[in-house]
């Protein structure tokens, strides 16, 4: 079992629809929680970070921390075609360690 | 966010020339960076820790040799691959820490290196 698993996808859907993301994990250390959005030949973009379990909103998007189920999502509302990217999760255990990644999941919105 | 910086974004040398790539934290200062490889509709893949003031630490099956690592600065590491090959062809992206009690983690633009 890898310690990080994510849907590749890919995911289609259309404008405005509301997107879920979902990351499942094995290692209950981990307690830092991120998810980046990567560009095509571009660096990832942090978009949401996370210590430890709750809900965090900034904007459209929406990131939740379940640790007792291991599980992390984020929430997409009213997508938009320049949120066609892929979106990678990662988790540490402690800060400033080496981050394990999901695979990463392909998003593609259509207008 | 903090911002990272790395250069050039995209390089092509030689088989059997060297490459520097650079990574800088240009608003915060980073004991530690990290460099990962990412190969086409693949994930990132870590390679190595870069520590300030000692010696970087390598993952199982990178060549120190070869991907040579130096931390001059809490602003600034480089990698240096060394006699590059076209099976080195890659996208090659650092992070740093933002440091503290943070988990917060940042990357730069990436370089692409393409070795003919």
């Known amino acids: 079992q890898k310690e990080v698993e994510q849907d590749p996808g890919p995911l289609s859907v259309p404008e405005g629809a509301i997107v879920s993301l979902n990351c499942t994990y094995s290692?209950?250390?981990?307690?830092?929680f991120m998810w980046y959005r990567q560009y095509s030949r571009k660096g990832p973009e942090l978009l949401m970070y996370?210590?430890?379990?709750g809900n965090k909103e900034d904007g459209r998007f929406t990131a939740q921390v379940d640790k007792s189920s291991k599980y992390i999502s984020l929430f997409i509302r009213d997508s938009q075609p320049s949120d066609s990217a892929t979106y990678l999760c990662?988790?540490?255990?402690?800060?400033?360690?080496?981050?394990?990644f999901g695979k990463g999941t392909t998003l593609s919105v259509s207008s | 966010g903090a911002v990272v910086s790395q250069h050039p974004s995209w390089v092509i040398c030689k088989s059997g020339t060297s490459v520097k790539i650079e990574c800088r934290s240009l608003?915060?200062?980073?004991?530690?960076m990290f460099w990962y490889r990412q190969f086409p509709k693949q994930s990132l893949m870590l390679m190595a820790t870069?520590?300030?003031?000692?010696?970087?630490?390598?993952e199982q099956g990178v060549e120190k040799d070869k991907f040579l690592i130096n931390h001059a600065s809490l602003t600034l590491s480089t990698l240096t691959v060394t006699s590059a090959h076209p099976e080195d062809s890659s996208f090659y992206i650092c992070?740093?820490?933002?440091?503290?009690?943070?988990?917060?983690?940042?990357f730069g633009p990436g370089t692409r290196l393409t070795v003919t």
């Open positions: 990662a988790m540490s255990g402690q800060a400033g360690t080496a981050l394990i």
């Open positions: 870069s520590n300030e003031g000692s010696k970087a630490t390598y």
């Open positions: 992070s740093a820490p933002q440091g503290g009690t943070s988990g917060e983690q940042y």
């Open positions: 290692n209950s250390a981990f307690q830092y």
């Open positions: 608003d915060f200062q980073a004991t530690t």
């Open positions: 996370t210590y430890s379990s």
